[in-house]
């Protein structure tokens, strides 16, 4: 079976940086998309980064100049460092998979999820 894990979230002050990881297991190849989504209780999941099975990024505008997505050299790991939060970051923050080699725009075209890990910055 497939698993991800999240880590690294937490509270933190404006301003201040958090480094978020995924682990994931179980899978066979490595030429996938990752990304980083995240959702705020009352609203829909948004696009926050993703990485496509070539390198390829994508990062959503909000974040752009302030979050750095990174994929281990074995693929496997996929982490977010986040520079610079504010309080509009706050929201619980997921790594999700999809197994093909290009990254969809919507949340319902990734196949498997983490948990999730709450970020807060207050």
């Known amino acids: 079976d497939v698993q991800l894990v999240e880590s690294g979230g937490g509270l933190v002050q404006p301003g201040g940086s958090l480094r978020l990881s995924c682990a994931t297991s179980g899978y066979k190849y490595d030429t996938y998309c990752m990304g980083w989504f995240r959702q705020i209780p009352g609203k829909e999941r948004e696009r926050v980064a993703t990485m496509d099975g070539y390198g390829g990024t994508y990062y959503a505008p909000f974040v752009q100049g302030r979050f750095t997505m990174t994929r281990d050299e074995d693929k496997k790991g996929l982490s977010l460092q986040m520079n610079s939060l504010k309080p509009g970051d706050t929201a619980m923050y997921y790594c999700?998979?999809?197994?093909?080699?290009?990254?969809?725009?919507?949340?319902?075209?990734?196949?498997?999820w983490g948990q999730g890990t709450q970020v807060t910055v207050s």
């Open positions: 999700a998979v999809r197994l093909n080699s290009g990254c969809p725009v919507l949340p319902k075209d990734f196949s498997d």
